[in-house]
């Protein structure tokens, strides 16, 4: 069966500081991936996805995160965190084949600290 | 107006009101998208709309009933809800059904509290 594991659900960290959260999924068809962000009192909006290519992405606002089919990983990553990413984070799979279905994980809270 | 639009931002009604929400999206998408978000728990799929039809409805109870009467509105209408119903209520959209390469599309969400 299709699912995503968000292992954090609460990430603190100080300003300045690198953060990993953690996705990991499981499927037996390709998948598509994507990160989605909620700030306070907003809804969900996409930070980052990945379709094909490069297993690496990026987004606007310094994210990164890196497609690993063999430990079927999306892990998102940033160097340098600012109080602004305060946020809840959430990772998303879908799957090849015309199969209709998004699934989202737990989700993780990212509290920036100053 | 652009994105997904949704009102009211905030509710509060009795366990014996009837009310509605609504969601309009300007993107000329073709699928919608209501969502449940409860604290402390996963988002929950609560019903999709492709091209006006529904598509899906994942075991949501009778007071709550979806209406989609064209491809740029979605309605939640609500009765007799439950103290457990409150929660933020999330409408999205997306150019096609979700799956695949698709993304969403979320509005602010509509958050409802039952007393």
């Known amino acids: 069966a299709q699912s995503v594991t968000q292992l954090d659900s609460q990430v603190p960290v100080f300003e300045e500081a690198p953060v990993e959260l953690r996705c990991n999924y499981s499927?037996?068809?390709?998948?598509?991936l994507f990160w989605y962000v909620q700030y306070p009192n907003q809804g969900l909006q996409l930070l980052l996805k990945?379709?094909?290519?490069?297993?690496l992405v990026e987004s606007i606002n310094g994210f990164e995160a890196e497609f690993n089919k063999s430990q079927t990983s999306f892990h998102l990553r940033k160097p340098s965190v600012h109080i602004s990413d305060t946020a809840e984070y959430f990772c998303a799979v879908s799957f090849s084949g015309g199969y209709n279905k998004l699934i989202f994980g737990a989700g993780t809270r990212l509290a920036v600290h100053p | 107006e652009t994105g997904v639009t949704q009102t009211p931002r905030h509710l509060v009604m009795g366990m014996t009101n009837k009310k509605s929400l609504k969601c309009e999206q300007h993107?000329?998408?073709?699928?919608m998208y209501w969502y449940k978000q409860s604290a402390k728990k996963p988002l929950e799929l609560m019903f999709v709309y492709s091209l006006e039809e529904r598509v899906e409805n994942n075991s949501v109870p009778s007071r709550f009933s979806p209406e989609c009467p064209n491809s740029s509105h979605l309605f939640l209408h609500l009765h007799t809800l439950q103290p457990e119903d409150s929660a933020l209520y999330l409408c999205?959209?997306?150019?096609?059904?979700?799956?695949?390469?698709?993304?969403?599309?979320f509005g602010a969400g509509s958050r409802l509290t039952v007393l």
């Open positions: 499927s037996s068809v390709s998948v598509y």
């Open positions: 990945y379709l094909s290519g490069s297993t």
């Open positions: 993107l000329g998408h073709n699928a």
């Open positions: 999205a959209s997306s150019q096609d059904r979700a799956g695949g390469a698709n993304v969403l599309t």
